[in-house]
């Protein structure tokens, strides 16, 4: 037995073909790429949100001018500029059929793109202030997690193992909460790794031996100090924004969504406050990452006229079915393709974490081979931690049959295999030292395989031309709603008006 940092004991490893300071350097090199994609993937994927959100933003901006013109005497190179905009559907179509048609396209990508990407970007921080530490809370209560018991001696043992690793990690101790479940397994949920907090499930003590228990949770206080709980908290925050997004757009259309979003806002402001309590800010997040579900778009409230005169269907309700409904389709739909084209390498991203994690843990206990056997003997027991199959990822191991469950209600169940499989991730163990033979392996780290590498450009290569597509319908369709939200802004507030002035008189 030899000391580890921290004091932390550890037997003797067998001779290494990988040493673990080479595994880290060599997944932080991967992960920085797979967040640089993931960051280009996002940018370009939110331009046609972007686009689809623009036009309605224009449009709500031209009601205050249309109003004012009616009284007072707005400069003509305004009313002409918006008159301009609003017709930019038939100077697209006439460039396409003319060369002689000059386009504006400048104009274009500061119409179609800015307005909506600076909204986007200021309901991200919006929810990111108001509501980014609530999912923690939400996390942990629906796991239902509890102090451990001061007599309870397993329990009391854990929690100093975990202030141990703590320390030989350099992170500040975690709180520690337990889950009374038959299920195997621990995991951390936080924000930083100065809230972190350790949730170990009763089976997890009662059923892995100390030297397992040990390297399973260095593995959780690496992934706490590498920035593990900060990355997936971004990821999360993300989604609830697009959901946002989502429930805003079928406002208009949808009274469950118009109800959903006073809760929202409602719980926002309170939280400002000081005023708002953990279940109403639970229920919000709740709310917003349901808005993004695609399925919500077959409520029946959505085909229900309202209780309206016909002509008010016919000149009020139908032009804004048309042009709303449209675009809540249209934002749904792009917001699960950017979902699907993040997923793939959100996941990359996240598998390459938990490699560095486990090269991480074995510096910490420098006993690959118990880390090892934690591995096997956790894929055997039940790993399912009850109210945590939507944050499973945050566990350093799950189920597999998670990546085949569509039963989740909101849009994380698109973001799968976010687990490493165990044969390749014990075979990369035993590169590390965990022969369970204690002989030197004959085989050397393969890397990434011209197989993974091909498809992984190949994906990039489909990733881009459907961004292609969806951006050319975006702008299509955002330019057909802006020339139909004109239409009717001009017959409502400008000709209606003027024509009911010319029968008074």
Sequence with gaps: MTAGPGGISAPVSPPRLVHFLEEQRRHRRTSAVSAALVVVVLAVSGIPLSVLISPLLVAAAAVPVYVADLVLDIPAEVTGWLDRTFHLLPTMWSAARRS???????????????????????????????????????????????????????????????????????????????????????????????????????????????????????????????????????????????????????????????????????????????????PSRELAVDTMMAGAAFENLDSEEFERLPDAHPLVLLFGYLPVLVTMGLAAIAGKAIIWLTVLLMAPFVSVLWRTRRKLADATAIQLTRHPGALAQAYRILAGLDMKVPGAVAVHFLFPVWDPAVDQDQTQPDVTNVLIHMQLPLEPRLRRLERLGASPDGAALSISDPGYTWRQVAAGAGWLGVSAVLLVGVVALSVLGAAATLYALGWLLHKVLVAFPRWVARLWS
């Design 100 to 278: 002689d048609v000059d386009m504006p396209w400048g104009w274009l990508v500061g119409l179609f793109v800015f307005p909506g990407l600076v909204a986007t970007v200021l309901l991200w921080a919006v929810v990111r202030l108001t509501f980014r530490r609530t999912g923690v809370g939400g996390v942990l209560r629906r796991m239902k997690a509890r102090p451990p018991r001061s007599g309870d001696l397993a329990e009391q043992r854990l929690a100093n193992l975990v202030q141990e690793v703590a320390v030989a990690a350099a992170v500040p101790p975690p709180s520690v909460l337990l889950v009374d479940a038959k299920a195997a397994n621990v995991g951390a949920a936080g924000l930083t790794m100065d809230d972190a907090t350790v949730v170990v499930t009763r089976g997890f003590v009662d059923r892995l031996p100390r030297d397992a228990q040990q390297a399973v949770i260095a593995h959780v206080m690496a992934s706490i100090g590498n920035g593990d709980l900060t990355l997936a908290a971004e990821i999360l925050t993300l989604l609830q924004v697009w959901g946002l997004v989502s429930l805003m757009l079928e406002a208009p259309l949808v009274p469950a969504a118009r109800a959903s979003l006073r809760l929202v806002g409602r719980t926002a402001m309170d939280t400002l406050r000081g005023r708002a309590d953990a």
